[in-house]
């Protein structure tokens, strides 16, 4: 199961409902690299615009980075792309040798004919993940954003509930990236392991609302994967018991249906790559708590 769960979490402690300041967010993920939960820590997400904030912070606070076991940051990208690219190759100049490197590209595309555009922009030394819009249909564009290469990105939730898509939508997604054998990324309203109902945001008053898990979408990938059906995939992804799973050291189950941990290694190799959080200790946590890793 810790090969199953390695490097989930996309640590987006800048971004909401945490809305953390550069320099907490910076130490956060140190102590999270030094941590015993080091192996489910991906990527540090930044806003392309605030790399440079980000390089003085670093500075500031005297850290340092080997370049053998280098800072991964994942810089997102907005309407100014090409300017936004010329502020992560100015980064790069500078902080590849030190030891934090921009390796991932996050930028949102509506059509087939922006992949195009974003292909052109965004050379595939970077890993790119093209975020895709709430609602479908999704094949001609997954199929446009495997074409050159890249990942899908679907988004999850967020801080309001319009944020989230319906079962229907994202069990389209998944069977689109499936059939056409495209991995992909979540990012927001993702922090826990299974569907329940939580705080949108962490005031005392927050607004609930029910929110997707992350084993949930783990094991609805796995099964399109071992070629199920969409309306099964959708049911594991609505799944809100949390007695319908079990877990051993080397499987999960849903209901009457099994993932080995081999299995589901090769989901997480092969689609399901990850999720954007902004948290790092609620889902590592609350996932053993179940037991799972």
Not at 128 to 149: C, D, M, Q, T, W
């Amino acid at each position: 199961m810790r090969t199953v769960f390695r490097g989930i979490v996309d640590y987006a402690g800048l971004f909401p409902p945490a809305s953390l300041g550069m320099a907490e967010s910076i130490l956060q993920f140190e102590q999270y690299r030094r941590s015993p939960d080091r192996a489910m820590l991906g990527r540090f997400v930044v806003a392309a615009s605030r790399l440079e904030e980000f390089g003085g912070e670093f500075l500031r606070l005297a850290l340092t980075a080997d370049p053998a076991d280098p800072w991964r940051l994942s810089a997102v990208t907005g309407a100014l792309l090409p300017t936004e690219m010329d502020r992560v190759n100015a980064f790069k100049a500078v902080w590849d040798a030190r030891g934090v490197i921009v390796d991932a590209i996050e930028h949102r595309v509506a059509n087939a004919g922006q992949v195009i555009v974003v292909n052109e922009i965004v050379p595939p030394s970077f890993v790119r993940f093209l975020e895709v819009p709430a609602e479908g249909p999704y094949g001609p564009l997954v199929k446009a954003i495997g074409g050159i290469g890249a990942f899908g990105k679907i988004r999850t939730g967020g801080t309001s509930p319009e944020l989230f898509p319906s079962p229907e939508s994202l069990t389209q997604f998944l069977i689109a990236c499936t059939v056409q054998r495209v991995p992909f990324k979540a990012t927001a309203g993702l922090h826990h392991p299974l569907r329940g109902s939580f705080p949108l945001t962490y005031d005392a008053h927050s607004e609930r609302f029910v929110m997707y898990g992350f084993v949930n979408v783990l094991l609805a990938t796995a099964e399109l994967m071992r070629g199920g059906e969409g309306e099964t995939a959708q049911q594991i992804l609505e799944e809100d018991e949390p007695s319908a799973f079990a877990s051993s050291a080397d499987a999960i189950a849903w209901r009457d249906s099994r993932y080995s941990g081999d299995e589901l290694a090769r989901v997480r190799r092969e689609l399901f790559l990850g999720f954007g959080s902004c948290s790092f200790r609620e889902p590592v946590d609350e996932l053993r708590a179940l037991a799972v890793a």
